[in-house]
């Protein structure tokens, strides 16, 4: 009987462990999705609708989750990831554009393996607005990825790294 319990509970823990993280390959299912999916996907994962903007034309949704590790024996910080998208319809056109923010560097490192072993390849490496930016294709898609390194007043620094997919 304990082992039964201790099984259910080590998949229980390892299903939420990563439950806030969005991976590379929901970010591009999101890109088909209407609002309401991507909007119950990500509240279901803890995310909060941090703002709303929607006009004639557009829409723009932002969402934040913090995940707080304070218990954690390793000392990893709080993670704060977000997710952002703007929907642009016109009578010819629609487009959408998809941006994923984490700060976790072992979840960029998923990502870069995610990209490689789905055959994207890096086209343009290239500095812009304090952001180191690379470029990934696979020929059917464009995936460009920011990393972002912000200096605190108390010496320390901070690096984002954010997916940015487009339609």
């Given at each position: 009987?304990?082992?039964?319990?201790?099984?259910?509970?080590?998949?229980?823990?390892?299903?939420?462990?990563?439950?806030?993280?969005?991976?590379?390959?929901?970010?591009?299912?999101?890109?088909?999705?209407?609002?309401?999916?991507?909007?119950?996907?990500?509240?279901?994962?803890?995310?909060?609708?941090?703002?709303?903007d929607?006009?004639?034309?557009?829409?723009l949704?932002?969402?934040?989750?913090?995940?707080?590790?304070?218990?954690?024996?390793?000392?990893?910080?709080?993670?704060?990831?977000?997710?952002?998208?703007?929907?642009?319809?016109?009578?010819?056109?629609?487009?959408?554009?998809?941006?994923?923010?984490?700060?976790?560097?072992?979840?960029?490192?998923?990502?870069?393996?995610?990209?490689?072993?789905?055959?994207?390849r890096?086209?343009?490496?290239?500095?812009?607005?304090?952001?180191?930016?690379?470029?990934?294709?696979?020929?059917?898609?464009?995936?460009?990825?920011?990393?972002?390194?912000?200096p605190?007043?108390?010496?320390?620094?901070?690096?984002?790294?954010?997916?940015?997919?487009?339609?």
């Amino acid at each position: 009987m304990f082992r039964i319990l201790l099984f259910f509970f080590f998949i229980f823990s390892v299903h939420f462990s990563n439950a806030q993280q969005v991976t590379v390959a929901e970010l591009r299912k999101f890109m088909d999705y209407d609002h309401f999916r991507i909007d119950t996907t990500l509240k279901k994962r803890g995310y909060l609708l941090m703002q709303k903007d929607i006009d004639s034309t557009s829409s723009l949704y932002q969402y934040s989750h913090i995940d707080h590790k304070e218990d954690d024996k390793d000392g990893r910080p709080t993670v704060i990831r977000s997710v952002q998208y703007m929907d642009v319809n016109t009578e010819k056109y629609s487009s959408r554009l998809l941006t994923y923010r984490t700060y976790d560097k072992d979840e960029y490192k998923d990502i870069s393996v995610y990209l490689l072993s789905h055959n994207f390849r890096c086209t343009e490496k290239y500095n812009f607005q304090g952001a180191e930016n690379l470029v990934y294709n696979s020929g059917d898609q464009t995936i460009r990825i920011k990393i972002f390194t912000t200096p605190m007043g108390d010496g320390r620094k901070f690096t984002a790294y954010e997916v940015e997919l487009g339609k």
